[in-house]
């Protein structure tokens, strides 16, 4: 067990539709790691673009990393009114998605 | 951008065939968790169960992270005989995958 114990993060990997274009998908990076200064509970967000070469990414091609304090943090970034209306607005440009919350742990021997 | 910067991550989430029993899974975890202390490119690795309550795990029910210092420790990752012999006895067991391997950025403003 290691010291992220306690934490929960949350996982979302997305596909976005073939007609979202660059401007829309940078608008939606930038306004989605907005996020972390507008929601208190939301401690840190990382993102990344599939570069893997084993083609087992079944279609996703982004992957957004959230982490909370605890499960409360979560359950308040969830009903958060910036997170509320990120949501409304970017759903759209979604064709994709896959989303897991979890306490990330380790077994170290 | 932050620290993460040069690191790779791989995410990987996964679902078990139903008749995999709570044994399989158990030793599934313990194998994987246990490549750490037998691939040296392979910095960190962490797991966590779905307790997410929005419904959107299309079915995924464990996520697997694991680092890389960079895209080098990864490759070597992946064709390591350790990795190899572990993803041969395993496959088996998996219903549904979706993989994805990224350099975490943040854009904190």
Do not use: C, Q
């Not at 401007?23 to 990076?29: A, G």
């Not at 499960?71 to 970034?77: D, I, L, M, S």
């Amino acid at each position: 067990m290691d010291k992220a114990k306690g934490f929960m993060r949350r996982v979302l990997l997305i596909k976005f539709k073939a007609e979202t274009t660059p401007d829309h998908v940078e608008r939606f990076i930038k306004d989605y790691s907005n996020l972390v200064n507008l929601i208190e509970s939301l401690k840190t967000w990382h993102m990344g673009k599939d570069v893997s070469i084993d083609n087992l990414h079944e279609g996703f091609t982004h992957v957004f990393e959230l982490t909370f304090e605890d499960a409360e943090g979560a359950a308040a970034y969830v009903v958060h009114p910036a997170h509320l209306e990120f949501h409304e607005r970017i759903a759209p440009l979604l064709e994709k998605t896959a989303m897991i919350d979890y306490k990330p742990t380790s077994f170290h021997t």
